[in-house]
């Protein structure tokens, strides 16, 4: 499952095809690295898990696979990615959180033509910043994703944090899955679109529900990271009995901390890693709750403990800090301050909206499946997007406090920067963390910070993929 790059052998127990280098200027400067040859395309997925294995539900994957495969590279190396679309409708890869250069994107329209099926398209970019990402399309999200198109990116610190036994990705989802564990159809329907977006009714760790549990061992310490690519469902985990330890959020360090109220919330889009202490007794189960819709209670799986410690405890050795990624340090004295409002949805009074520079009554809006707004503009995919929300000077640093002004959470995503969540409803965060995607609860605020460094239009919109496609979706130019 695992994936290197640096070396042909290192694909062959993975499934993915090195390829000769694309032939292009670029490869004279590329040390080392191979291409990984994705193919989206129909699959099938025993989603249930052994030992239910059918029925196998139709899914679209990378390799036909859900998740696609992890792709692991080390910071600092050069990733080429030829992504060949066997689906029958266009597609793009965007990676998300990664700060690529914007030709990279995956955006189709805005840094790419889209690739039509049977096409191919080559990306290729430095690996920048260590963390955990993950990639997926960028056109009809909404609907690509769901059917299961998306897979984990790890970029390896330079040097491995060394206290750590084992390094585990858990890509979460949540499927809707009818009577025959086929994907239910009414992809972006209107009404869940101005509420809470498409919420399934069987959640997958890694593409499978699972029964079988988790297998640790006492004493060891894990690294657990956390990726969110359902469409809707925010994930607030519980684990049982232990302890998790927050050291990195979408793929940037963080001081050490307990997570609030010890719940580990992934918003759609995000990321977590954890460092967990394996501290049950040799045989013990525990389990791992979704608590955020407090009504239901959601058991994800089960922390199995094998017969055999690994050692007596978990490492004392205090759980170290991740080392800083090359991000640039915004100047908060001399920020230039914008407001982003959030508008729309149901339960609030919509009277319309600028649409690609036109004003839209809402009736109008509503017949154009456009229930959201950013400052008032409505835009999403097919909706083309010309007009920025912002004109970012390149270089400059930026403050922007973002109103959620709506009933319902929002996980804000912008694309090509990761920017540092400095306050939320004006108190300043403890951890001034760096995000990509910042979870805004009903009627809050946060304030970001960045520097504007990467050229480019860059998309910012919610991740929550129905409102994505329903209106709450601008862009924002770096020149
Ligand atoms: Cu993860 Cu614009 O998306
Ligand atoms: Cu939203």
Same mark, same amino acid.
Request: one cysteine or more; proline letters at 8%; a negative charge.
């Given at each position: 499952?695992?994936?290197?790059?640096?070396?042909?052998?290192?694909?062959?127990?993975?499934?993915?095809?090195?390829?000769?280098?694309?032939?292009?200027?670029?490869?004279?400067?590329?040390?080392?690295?191979?291409?990984?040859?994705?193919? *989206?395309?129909?699959?099938? *997925?025993?989603?249930?898990?052994?030992?239910?294995?059918?029925?196998?539900?139709?899914?679209?994957?990378?390799?036909?696979?859900?998740?696609?495969?992890?792709?692991?590279?080390?910071?600092?190396?050069?990733?080429?990615?030829?992504?060949?679309?066997?689906? !029958?409708?266009?597609?793009?890869?965007?990676? +998300?959180?990664?700060?690529?250069?914007?030709?990279?994107?995956?955006?189709?329209?805005?840094?790419?033509?889209?690739?039509?099926?049977?096409?191919? /398209?080559?990306?290729?970019?430095?690996?920048?910043?260590?963390?955990?990402?993950?990639? +997926?399309?960028?056109?009809?999200?909404?609907?690509?994703?769901?059917?299961?198109?998306?897979?984990?990116?790890?970029?390896?610190?330079?040097?491995?944090?060394?206290?750590? #036994?084992?390094?585990?990705?858990?890509?979460?989802?949540?499927?809707?899955?009818?009577?025959?564990?086929?994907?239910?159809?009414?992809?972006?329907?209107?009404? &869940?679109?101005?509420?809470?977006?498409?919420?399934?009714?069987?959640?997958?760790?890694?593409? $499978?529900?699972?029964?079988?549990? /988790?297998?640790?061992?006492?004493?060891?310490?894990?690294?657990?990271?956390?990726?969110?690519?359902?469409?809707?469902?925010? /994930?607030?985990?519980?684990?049982?009995?232990?302890?998790?330890?927050?050291?990195?959020?979408?793929?940037?360090?963080?001081?050490?901390?307990?997570?609030?109220?010890?719940?580990?919330?992934?918003? !759609?889009?995000?990321?977590? #890693?954890?460092?967990?202490?394996?501290?049950?007794? @040799?045989?013990?189960?525990?389990?791992?709750?979704?608590?955020?819709? *407090?009504?239901?209670?959601?058991?994800?799986? &089960?922390?199995?403990?094998?017969? &055999?410690?690994?050692?007596?405890?978990?490492?004392?050795? !205090?759980?170290?800090?991740?080392?800083?990624?090359?991000?640039?340090?915004?100047?908060?004295?001399?920020?230039?301050?914008? *407001?982003?409002?959030?508008?729309?949805?149901?339960?609030?009074?919509?009277?319309?909206?600028?649409?690609?520079?036109?004003?839209?009554?809402?009736?109008?809006?509503?017949?154009?499946?456009?229930?959201?707004?950013?400052?008032?503009?409505?835009?999403?995919?097919?909706?083309?997007?010309? &007009? @920025?929300?912002?004109?970012?000077?390149?270089?400059?640093?930026?403050?922007?406090?973002?109103?959620?002004?709506?009933?319902? !959470?929002?996980?804000?995503?912008? +694309?090509?920067?990761? /920017?540092?969540?400095?306050?939320?409803?004006?108190?300043?965060?403890?951890?001034?963390?760096?995000?990509?995607?910042?979870?805004?609860?009903? $009627?809050?605020?946060?304030?970001?910070?960045?520097?504007? #460094?990467?050229?480019? #239009?860059?998309?910012?919109?919610?991740?929550?993929?129905?409102?994505?496609?329903?209106?709450?979706?601008?862009?924002?130019?770096?020149?």
């Amino acid at each position: 499952r695992f994936l290197m790059l640096g070396g042909a052998a290192a694909f062959s127990a993975t499934g993915l095809r090195p390829v000769p280098a694309v032939a292009r200027a670029a490869d004279s400067a590329v040390s080392g690295g191979s291409t990984i040859r994705l193919i *989206a395309r129909p699959g099938r *997925a025993a989603l249930a898990g052994p030992p239910h294995s059918e029925p196998e539900t139709t899914v679209w994957g990378y390799d036909g696979r859900v998740p696609g495969p992890e792709i692991r590279v080390r910071q600092g190396e050069r990733l080429r990615v030829v992504l060949e679309n066997r689906l !029958p409708e266009e597609t793009t890869i965007h990676w +998300h959180g990664l700060r690529v250069p914007n030709a990279m994107d995956g955006v189709p329209h805005l840094t790419q033509p889209p690739i039509a099926p049977g096409e191919s /398209f080559a990306y290729e970019f430095d690996a920048t910043d260590a963390g955990t990402y993950w990639y +997926h399309p960028h056109v009809r999200s909404f609907e690509q994703v769901e059917r299961g198109l998306y897979g984990p990116l790890v970029i390896e610190e330079r040097e491995l944090p060394r206290t750590i #036994d084992r390094d585990v990705t858990w890509v979460l989802d949540d499927w809707r899955l009818l009577e025959d564990a086929q994907i239910a159809g009414g992809f972006g329907n209107a009404m &869940e679109a101005g509420m809470t977006g498409r919420v399934g009714n069987t959640v997958t760790v890694n593409g $499978r529900v699972t029964d079988g549990g /988790f297998a640790v061992r006492s004493g060891e310490r894990l690294r657990l990271r956390l990726v969110n690519a359902a469409n809707a469902r925010i /994930f607030g985990l519980v684990f049982e009995g232990h302890e998790p330890v927050v050291v990195a959020l979408d793929g940037q360090p963080v001081t050490p901390h307990a997570p609030e109220d010890g719940r580990v919330v992934v918003g !759609p889009g995000m990321r977590v #890693d954890l460092v967990l202490d394996m501290t049950g007794r @040799p045989g013990a189960r525990a389990r791992v709750l979704d608590t955020y819709y *407090a009504k239901l209670e959601y058991r994800l799986l &089960e922390i199995a403990y094998g017969a &055999e410690p690994l050692r007596d405890r978990p490492p004392t050795a !205090p759980i170290p800090t991740l080392p800083a990624n090359p991000v640039p340090e915004p100047n908060l004295a001399r920020a230039e301050r914008h *407001a982003v409002v959030l508008g729309g949805g149901m339960m609030n009074h919509l009277e319309g909206a600028l649409v690609d520079g036109r004003w839209l009554d809402a009736r109008e809006m509503m017949r154009r499946g456009l229930i959201w707004t950013v400052n008032g503009t409505a835009a999403a995919p097919g909706v083309h997007v010309h &007009e @920025p929300l912002a004109v970012l000077r390149r270089g400059a640093s930026y403050l922007l406090e973002i109103r959620n002004e709506t009933a319902w !959470p929002h996980p804000m995503h912008l +694309h090509g920067h990761s /920017f540092r969540v400095i306050a939320r409803n004006g108190v300043p965060t403890r951890h001034r963390e760096w995000q990509d995607t910042v979870l805004i609860p009903r $009627r809050e605020s946060v304030e970001i910070a960045f520097v504007a #460094d990467n050229p480019g #239009d860059w998309m910012f919109h919610c991740h929550v993929l129905e409102h994505q496609a329903a209106g709450m979706m601008g862009l924002v130019r770096v020149a």
